[in-house]
């Protein structure tokens, strides 16, 4: 490596370091506050989960940082001449410009790795922390608020006071599936929360339950189990590695063939019996919504194999564009640079990126080609520019 080359490479890590650190402590209090707001979570629970935070940020900010980066270094590159120095000594653009395209490729690859290894494993840790500190959070906001309301599953609890751990007259109202609400009543009552069994346990005393329809029913002592409200969450394909996320695929193809051919005999079996009724009945048209249930998941866990290389290359992308048009327009003032490129980006990148992600879950596009639609539109850009670059 030459010493023109050593120094643009040192200067891309000196600032990319920089702008890096900066971006990722503002959207820190981004990420904390939505788990905050999702989960309620304390002061303590904060600091536990914070270094966890940082990571699921990191691949979102390192594209636009590393824009920002060769915005400010080669537009000061150009702007003081430097450029037309090292074609007057014969030394070609590519090698100006080669240490910018290798950071870029060597973010993309850490990028990837922190999506596929590093960011399930981080939420992982933050719902395992939520987890273990249900209990205080449960307490805090009764003893705040007086109710807590749950929606999978739909509980509402409301109390008079909380004594220590303990529950003063606690009103719970329960509605499984969508139907009537069962209300139970109780002098006092406590919450364990049974991580092993991932339950939540009410143990009532001296209280009565109303059923809709039936009359009321009294009991000194009743314990009731319920399911941990984090284990009714959809299965979330960011919480998922690679390898995951390809076992699930193979499973769901298992389950699609295995769908339609209970449903191939199924409707054999309605023909051969005359019985044609039957197609509309509760139990043939199950197979259909098993179907579909299926054909969702497959299409989102498949988007989102092919989004995660499509996101990772990214950084490549960005700098392929934004290094080319930083020398074109040779400005000191970087920002002028970096909103000629990011504002585009914003308009027009990532709502194509989010389209094609849409469109792909739903099985309108296939993402192995679709998810890189605006990556391409990107490299289109960055041609033209790069051209520029060569004649000029």
């Known amino acids: 490596m030459r010493l023109l080359e050593r120094y643009i490479f040192a200067e891309l ?51 636009a940082t590393l824009l920002l980066t060769v915005c400010v270094v080669y537009g000061r590159l150009a702007g003081d001449h430097e450029l037309i120095a090292a074609k007057a000594a014969g030394i070609p653009v590519f090698a100006v410009l080669w240490p910018s395209y290798f950071l870029g490729a060597l973010l993309s690859v850490a990028a990837l790795v922190l999506m596929d290894q590093v960011i399930p494993w981080s939420y992982g840790n933050i719902e395992r922390i939520v987890t273990l500190a249900m209990e205080d959070i449960f307490l805090d906001q009764l003893r ?34 969508g139907r009537n609400a069962v209300t139970m009543q109780a002098r006092e009552a406590r919450i364990d929360f049974d991580l092993e069994r991932q339950q939540v346990v009410l143990r009532m005393q001296h209280g009565h339950v109303d059923v809709p329809g039936q009359t009321r ?45 209970q449903k191939a005999l199924s409707a054999a079996w309605i023909l051969s ?41 990214s950084c490549l992308f960005f700098v392929m564009l934004g290094s080319p048009v930083a020398l074109v327009m040779a400005k000191k003032q970087f920002l002028t640079s970096f909103l000629f490129c990011f504002v585009p980006i914003l308009v027009l990148y990532y709502p194509l990126t989010m389209m094609t992600q849409n469109l792909s879950k739903t099985g309108q596009l296939d993402p192995r080609w679709a998810v890189w639609t605006a990556n391409g539109v990107m490299a289109a ?6 051209r520029r670059v060569n004649q000029h």
């Open 144 to 177: 705040t608020q007086n109710q807590v309301s749950l929606k999978n599953p739909a509980i509402t609890i409301t109390v008079t006071e909380v004594r220590d751990r303990t529950l003063i007259w606690p009103l719970f109202r329960y509605s499984p599936n």
């Open 273 to 313: 019996t005359g019985q044609f009724e039957r197609f509309t009945t509760p139990e043939f048209r199950a197979h259909d919504v098993a179907r579909r249930t299926a054909w969702e998941q497959y299409h989102r866990l498949n988007t989102e194999l092919h989004h995660r290389f499509a996101t990772a290359c």
């Open 381 to 386: 850009v960055a041609c033209y520019f790069m």
């Open 13 to 63: 890590l000196r600032v990319f370091a920089g702008v890096l650190s900066i971006t990722t402590c503002l959207l820190v209090f981004v990420g904390i506050f939505g788990q905050v707001k999702e989960n309620g979570l304390g002061p303590w629970q904060v600091l536990q989960i914070l270094p966890f935070v940082v990571p699921s940020l990191l691949p979102y900010t390192v594209p």
């Open 217 to 261: 029913i009294y009991f000194e002592a009743e314990d009731k189990p319920f399911p941990l409200p984090l284990q009714h969450h959809r299965l979330r394909a960011r919480n998922l590695r690679i390898r995951d996320i390809q076992d699930v695929l193979a499973r769901s193809r298992e389950e699609l063939a295995e769908v339609q051919q």
